[in-house]
C-alpha cells in the first residue's frame, strides 16, 4: 500500500509556544490531505481538509487562526498548533489517497503534550 | 448526514474464535468500504477493502458486504490476542478517497 509519514512522532511543548507537524507522502502524489484529531479512546474526528495550493477547509468547530494549514506542494502538508494550551494535547493523525483508488492511508500519528 | 454506526463494543471472543464485527451506513450512494485496525496509541491500519456485494476473503479476515441492506461485515477467524484492537469501519462516496465517513469503532478483546 501507498505510504504516509508524519513527523514527529511524540512532541513536549510549553504552553503558549506553537508546534508544526509535517505529513509527507512517500510514494505518491496527494492534491488533498486530511488531519485528524483522537482523543484517548475516542473516535477520530476530522479537523480539516488540506488541499494542495489552496486554503484548507476546517470542520465546524476547529478553529483555523489556531489549527494552521499548509500544503504547499503534492508531498507535503503541515498542520502548526499555534499558541498551545495543555487541552490540546491529543493524538494528531493525517491522511491521505493515493487518489488513483478510494483508499486512504494514515501516518503514524504524532502525540502532543503540551505542558 | 452521512452516517456509520458501529457497536462499541468491547466483544469479547475466546482465542480460536470467529469475531464478528458489524457496521451499517446511511449513505445509498456510498461506493467502497473500509475496515481499518486501530491499536491503542497507534494510528489506524488498512486491513481489508470491499467494493460489492458479496465476500472478499484474505487471510483469516472476510469482509461481507450487502449494499441492499447497507451493511458490511468483517469476520476475523481463529481469532489471536494480537487481534485486540479497535476495528474502524469506513465508507466512501466517491472514487477518488475524498469523501470518507468513518464508524465509531467497535473494541474488540481477544482473550488467551
Known amino acids: 500500500g501507498a505510504v504516509v509519514s508524519q513527523h514527529p512522532s511524540r512532541v513536549i511543548c510549553k504552553s503558549g509556544t506553537s508546534v508544526k507537524i509535517e505529513c509527507r507522502s512517500l510514494?505518491?502524489?496527494?492534491?488533498?490531505m486530511f488531519w485528524y484529531r483522537q482523543f484517548p479512546k475516542k473516535s477520530l474526528m476530522l479537523m480539516a481538509t488540506?488541499?494542495?495550493?489552496?486554503?484548507?477547509?476546517?470542520e465546524q468547530g476547529v478553529e483555523k487562526d489556531k489549527f494552521l494549514i499548509n500544503h504547499a506542494s503534492l508531498t507535503l502538508s503541515t498542520l502548526t498548533v499555534t499558541s498551545a494550551h495543555p487541552e490540546d494535547s491529543s493524538f494528531y493523525i493525517c491522511?491521505?489517497?493515493?487518489?488513483?483508488?478510494?483508499?486512504?492511508?494514515f501516518g503514524e500519528g504524532s502525540w502532543l503534550t503540551v505542558v | 448526514q452521512k452516517e456509520v454506526e458501529q457497536n462499541s463494543g468491547p466483544l469479547s471472543v475466546p482465542e480460536g474464535a470467529i469475531a464478528s464485527l458489524n457496521c451499517t451506513y446511511s449513505?445509498?450512494?456510498?461506493?467502497?468500504f473500509f475496515w481499518y485496525r486501530q491499536y491503542s496509541g497507534k494510528s489506524p491500519e488498512l486491513i481489508m477493502s470491499?467494493?460489492?456485494?458479496g465476500d472478499k476473503e484474505d487471510g483469516r479476515f472476510t469482509a461481507q458486504l450487502n449494499k441492499a441492506s447497507q451493511y458490511v461485515s468483517l469476520l476475523i477467524r481463529d481469532s489471536q490476542p494480537s487481534d485486540s484492537a479497535t476495528y474502524l469501519c469506513a465508507v466512501n462516496s466517491d472514487n477518488y478517497g475524498q469523501n470518507f465517513v468513518f464508524g465509531p469503532g467497535t473494541r474488540l478483546s481477544v482473550l488467551p
Open positions: 470491499i467494493y460489492s456485494n
Open positions: 449513505d445509498r450512494g456510498s461506493q467502497s
Open positions: 510514494d505518491f502524489q496527494a492534491t488533498t
Open positions: 488540506s488541499n494542495e495550493g489552496s486554503k484548507a477547509t476546517y
Open positions: 491522511s491521505a489517497s493515493p487518489g488513483q483508488t478510494p483508499t486512504l492511508y
